[in-house]
């Protein structure tokens, strides 16, 4: 019927013989509405014939919350009670446990390779595979050969694809996943691939959840739990194009889902091959010698006498006649040794996974008493009181082989003792080892692949791990054996070892005898894994670890250069900062002015820095001495201050100068920092590029976020003083001269090991870093390509400290006898500012002013004296002629002497009179006294009249 097509569940057709009771009435689950969140309850009779006189009216349908939740491992289900009329009906929802061989992921779902759900057309929705590659600063999608990601072994996995090869890619598998209630994704990787450039990388919702993990040879589980909503996750794997490794892979088993519904109502049945137990949210597999029944799923069966199988095996075909065993079905095994009498036990055990027919074979050997006990390691001694018999020789010291009762030296000074832990005897695993999976103890060798491996009846690999602390730069020696099982095959056979997950050699499980050393082990702590997948055998033999705690040492190894014994010659450890050993017997301290940038040689500082005794770098003296003095404390303390306007970072204060920024520091620091750097875009062909993003980003696109790295300039220092202006010739008293900043050493091979800043005077300048310019770059030198990074900046601080010559006087007015006097600067210096003073002075002038008005006042009497002689002379002219001229007129008495007129007695006229007659004008003159003619006289010339003054 229609109403019943609405049922998750409805159970089959049960022939009965019994009549329809209220115990029959069972429930089912309709779809959710989501528009009011709630289900549909139906109510149906199970096993029984209905009474067709007197039927069972069963109740209409209820309505229940589609929120009711179970979690993992159970799924819902409906508790119904009734009476027998039906009358009364009541049903509760209940979450109830899965049987054995089922789980439930509590409202989920998964992609399992154990049903070969890998396949395309298992995929469920939402999940999509699309693949990128990089031409220029864009992504394309499908570029540069890209694989997308896809199923192989029958779908047992899906893999990133075939991008060996290929470079700059990034293949990626999206799945868009709905969570109802708070849930998890979890899922089961792995991924061989080049060491820090290719691998897998998830995310959720655009986060990095699991960072890049470039090796992961065995299947790994991870899980993230997730909050209710849409998710977007994202396994990608990333290329770049520096080369490949290994297959150049990652692979997926299986993902869950969990949260997407609120509950499950029916258990799913666990894949062949596998198991589970009540209430259990996953399957496990069958164990050794089990097989799963392929007419019932997650039940697991034993295999019949005489025969085995391997973990994970399905159906009873799996079941392998047992071969009969033979001596190299067992290994030898030893109990401690009796230090008494240094004698130990020995016992045989079949060898795991023991296969072979002891019926027909033969049989373990009986126990062996009073066996010798295990020789001592090389470097340690026979020892009674030891545990273990065997004592390594006291740290710095060694026992030297091939002579005859050796004893515990000490290593000499200069050297250190290097002790080594040999893994020669595999009856027992050794202190530190782990056997992850699949590895077997034979006597003289561990061995792992083989027949456990064939016909794919055992998935991932064989792994055996040892971790250890290297105390010192250290090896690791070891040899092994590859035997041929079944024919080798490269895409399927294969034998790796691994330090802390980077694979260190390509090795080859192809048949042979092989010795692997691997050196320069970094100190610290370790974990080597050996690693072995396919079907052919591989038997390891010797192990040798090199510099590492709790072996013994049979010789003493030179320390290098920068360094010196310890005290007890155990280890080389390195010079304290501004300590030098040049052979590596001794550390000894820099001289004064000198410093060590590396622990194998002093050099001197540089110009205008200093160090004292034992220095790691040199620092600017806090007094720069040249032709003047400068306070290089103060123009450094600026650097480490530049203010709210600036940004400060760990490298400096970053300045941006057109496109390109710079770092700033001038702050030498233990270690030798960057004085001077330049901030750097690390991956310009790919910063900012577009990644092409789907629906359910919006449609935006995504970028790649820019790398930035800081290249240094140099680390080295010198200053020395430009010179200033004269003060006849600056234009400008607040500015001039300076400092120079020579920088060195810097990182050349990244473009720049040199940087030069001129630090000019300007006691207008109190932020410097506003007034940086960037100068042309000098020319390169012949051996290097690096352009020097050379500035201009002023400021305050970087002038020198005024003497007196730097000061002028400016004088007052005087006023009252005093005069004040102040003080100024006639160049740009620093110093503070000097105080005036008061001194006497004379009418206000100064010495030079009174100078000038008494040559003035000289002068001018001068001119006076010399107008009035001037003056009188000429009166005196004046009256020489009137004096003849009266002579002339009145008459000239030769005997007497005596000038009167004639005719009359009267006394010459005076002064005022002889100014009213107008002599020399020519014209006759009558008074009422006296009357005269001027005639003309023989006697008497014009030379007489305008000639020498006549004698009187």
């Known amino acids: 019927p229609p109403l019943l097509s609405l049922l998750f569940f409805l159970p089959a057709t049960v022939a009965a013989s019994q009549p329809c009771s209220s115990s029959d009435v069972k429930a089912g689950f309709g779809q959710c509405d989501h528009a009011t969140d709630t289900r549909k309850i139906f109510f149906y009779l199970e096993g029984c014939i209905q009474n067709s006189s007197s039927p069972l009216v069963l109740p209409p349908p209820q309505t229940i919350s589609c929120k009711v939740k179970c979690p993992p491992g159970q799924v819902l289900t409906m508790n119904v009670s009734a009476s027998d009329d039906l009358s009364t009906l009541s049903a509760t929802p209940a979450c109830q446990d899965c049987a054995a061989g089922t789980i439930s992921l509590g409202g989920g779902y998964s992609v399992s390779g154990e049903l070969s759900e890998w396949e395309h057309d298992k995929w469920p929705s939402g999940m999509e595979a699309w693949c990128i590659g990089r031409r220029g600063n864009h992504w394309v999608l499908n570029a540069n050969g ?3 990601w896809r199923p192989e072994l029958n779908g047992t996995i899906i893999t990133s694809g075939n991008n060996k090869g290929k470079h700059d890619i990034m ?9 109802k209630k708070k849930g998890y994704v979890s899922f089961r990787y792995q991924v061989e691939a080049q060491h820090n450039s290719d691998g897998l990388e998830f995310t959720i919702n655009s986060v990095i959840r699991m960072g890049f993990r470039a090796n992961q040879p065995t299947w790994k589980e991870r899980r993230f739990e997730l909050q209710p909503g849409s998710h977007v996750l994202q396994w990608m794997y990333w290329k770049d194009n520096t080369g490949d490794f290994g297959k150049d892979q990652a692979s997926l088993e299986i993902i869950e889902i969990s949260g997407t519904e609120y509950a499950e109502f029916e258990c799913a049945k666990c894949p062949g091959g596998t198991k589970s137990i009540e209430g259990s949210s996953a399957c496990v597999s069958c164990g050794d010698d089990e097989y799963a029944s392929e007419a019932h799923y997650g039940q697991c069966l034993p295999c019949p006498p005489d025969t085995y199988s391997f973990a994970g095996a399905v159906g009873m075909g799996s079941c392998l006649p047992r ?6 079905d067992y290994s030898k095994n030893y109990t401690d040794c009796d230090l008494a009498s240094n004698t130990r036990t020995m016992f045989f055990n079949w060898t795991l996974p023991h296969i072979c027919n002891e019926t027909n074979g033969v049989s373990l050997p009986p126990r062996r008493e009073n066996q010798a006990c295990e020789p001592c390691q090389p470097g340690e001694y026979s020892d009674r009181t030891s545990p273990t018999g065997c004592t390594p020789c006291n740290a710095g010291h060694y026992l030297p082989t091939g002579v005859a009762n050796p004893t515990c030296t000490q290593c000499p000074q200069g050297q250190e003792s290097v002790e080594e832990v040999y893994y020669e005897y595999w009856y027992k695993w050794p202190q530190g080892y782990t056997n992850l999976a ?18 794919g009846q055992r998935k ?17 020696k070891f040899t092994y054996q590859a035997l041929d099982v079944q024919g080798f095959d490269p895409q399927v056979d294969s034998f790796g070892f691994f330090i802390d997950g980077v694979p260190q050699k390509e090795m080859t499980a192809a048949e042979g005898s092989y010795e692997i050393t691997i050196e320069n082990v970094e100190p610290g702590h370790h974990t080597l894994l050996w690693n072995v997948k396919g079907r052919n055998l591989i038997r390891l033999h010797r192990v040798i670890v090199i510099g590492v705690d709790g072996g013994g040492a049979t010789s003493c190894a030179d320390c290098p250069p920068g360094t010196e014994s310890s005290p007890d010659r155990s280890s080389c450890i390195a010079c304290q900062p501004g300590h030098v050993s040049h052979t590596g017997d001794f550390c000894e301290p820099c001289p004064e002015n000198t410093y060590a940038a590396t622990p194998a040689s002093c050099l001197p500082c540089g110009a205008g820095t200093q160090s004292g005794k034992g220095a790691s770098h040199c620092a600017p003296e806090k007094m720069l001495e040249g032709t003047r003095s400068y306070q290089l404390e103060a123009l450094l303390n600026s650097f480490r201050n530049p203010g709210p306007k600036h940004t400060n970072t760990s490298k400096g204060v970053e300045i941006k100068i057109g496109e390109e920024t710079y770092a700033f520091s001038l702050r030498p620091t233990v270690g030798g920092g960057a004085l001077l750097s330049e901030k750097r875009l690390m991956n310009p062909s790919s910063a900012y590029a577009q990644v092409p993003a789907k629906s359910e980003y919006g449609g935006q696109n995504c970028s790649i ?16 003083e430009i010179t200033q202006f004269e003060p006849s010739t600056n234009p400008n008293p607040s500015r001039g001269g300076g400092l120079e900043f020579a920088i060195s050493s810097g990182s050349a091979e990244a473009g720049c090991s040199s940087g030069l800043i001129k630090m000019i005077c300007d006691l207008d300048v109190t932020d410097m870093f506003s007034s940086v310019q960037k100068l042309n770059s000098s020319t390169p030198s012949a051996n290097s390509t690096c352009q020097s990074l050379d500035f201009e ?18 004088n007052g007015d005087c006023k009252a006898g005093k005069q004040k006097v102040t003080w100024y600067k006639t160049r740009a210096c620093i110093a503070d500012s000097r105080s005036s003073f008061t001194k006497n002075c004379s009418l206000g002038y100064s010495p030079l002013v009174i100078g000038l008005l008494c040559a003035s006042v000289v002068l001018a009497v001068g001119l006076a004296a010399g107008l009035a002689y001037y003056l009188y002379r000429l009166r005196k002219r004046y009256n020489d002629v009137h004096s003849k001229y009266v002579i002339l007129r009145d008459g000239y008495d030769k005997n007497s002497f005596s000038m009167v007129p004639n005719g009359t007695d009267n006394l010459m006229p005076d002064d005022e009179e002889e100014a009213e007659m107008g002599i020399g004008e020519g014209k006759q003159r009558h008074d009422d006294d006296a009357k005269f003619t001027i005639e003309d006289d023989d006697d008497l010339k014009e030379d007489d009249i305008l000639g020498e003054e006549p004698e009187v």
Do not use: K
């Open 171 to 179: 293949s990626a598998l999206r799945l868009v996943v709905v969570l």
């Open 438 to 455: 699949g590895w077997v103890l034979h006597e003289d060798y561990a061995y792992a692949g083989g027949l456990s491996n064939v016909n």
């Open 323 to 328: 071969p009969d065993c033979e001596e190299v």
């Open 460 to 476: 991932g690999a064989a792994q055996l791990e040892l971790r250890t602390y290297f105390r010192q730069s250290g090896a690791v």
């Open 705 to 720: 976020i820019p790398e930035y790295d800081y290249i240094s300039a140099g680390s080295e220092l010198s200053i020395s």
């Open 146 to 148: 890209c694989d997308n």
């Open 793 to 810: 900046m002023a400021s305050m601080y970087a002038c020198p400290l005024c003497t007196t010559e730097d000061w002028g006087q400016a």
